[in-house]
């Protein structure tokens, strides 16, 4: 293989590469947004949660049926908000610190936070 050939080749892995990680930083970008959003839609529950409670104390009503409704929206927004990070951590290759939930590179293994040995 001559000196053309190989710088050829060369510059075709360095092409794929680069493609894969603009894919890849896309893909993150898009799940994001959805995060975003997520976290709104959470935020934006909580308001509504908090105003329940607010009204029936200070009316002296019940609204638990209303409160646990709202409970277990938020409950599933934040386990699928939980989805979403951890799909963004696998597109970068980090591993999450069991002890102290820091973001670690894939190759440590040791946390770079606290010192834990990373499963």
Same mark, same amino acid.
């Given at each position: 293989?001559?000196?053309?050939?190989?710088?050829?080749?060369?510059?075709?892995?360095?092409?794929?590469?680069?493609?894969?990680?603009?894919?890849?930083?896309?893909?993150?970008?898009?799940?994001?947004?959805?995060?975003?959003?997520?976290? =709104?839609?959470?935020?934006?529950?909580?308001?509504?949660?908090?105003?329940?409670?607010?009204? @029936?104390?200070? +009316? *002296?009503? &019940? !609204?638990?049926?209303?409160?646990?409704?709202?409970?277990?929206?938020?409950?599933?927004?934040?386990?699928?908000?939980?989805?979403? =990070?951890?799909?963004?951590?696998?597109?970068?290759?980090?591993?999450?610190?069991?002890?102290? @939930?820091?973001? +670690? *590179?894939? &190759? !440590?293994?040791?946390?770079?936070?606290?010192?834990?040995?990373?499963?």
């Amino acid at each position: 293989m001559g000196s053309f050939d190989r710088l050829f080749n060369k510059a075709v892995d360095v092409a794929n590469t680069a493609g894969k990680k603009t894919g890849e930083v896309i893909e993150a970008s898009k799940i994001r947004v959805r995060a975003a959003n997520l976290e =709104n839609d959470i935020q934006k529950l909580m308001a509504k949660l908090g105003n329940i409670v607010y009204e @029936g104390k200070k +009316n *002296g009503t &019940e !609204n638990d049926d209303l409160v646990e409704r709202y409970v277990n929206e938020i409950d599933e927004l934040r386990k699928q908000l939980s989805e979403l =990070n951890a799909q963004i951590d696998d597109i970068h290759q980090v591993r999450k610190c069991t002890n102290c @939930g820091a973001s +670690n *590179g894939e &190759e !440590n293994i040791f946390c770079q936070r606290c010192g834990a040995k990373l499963g």
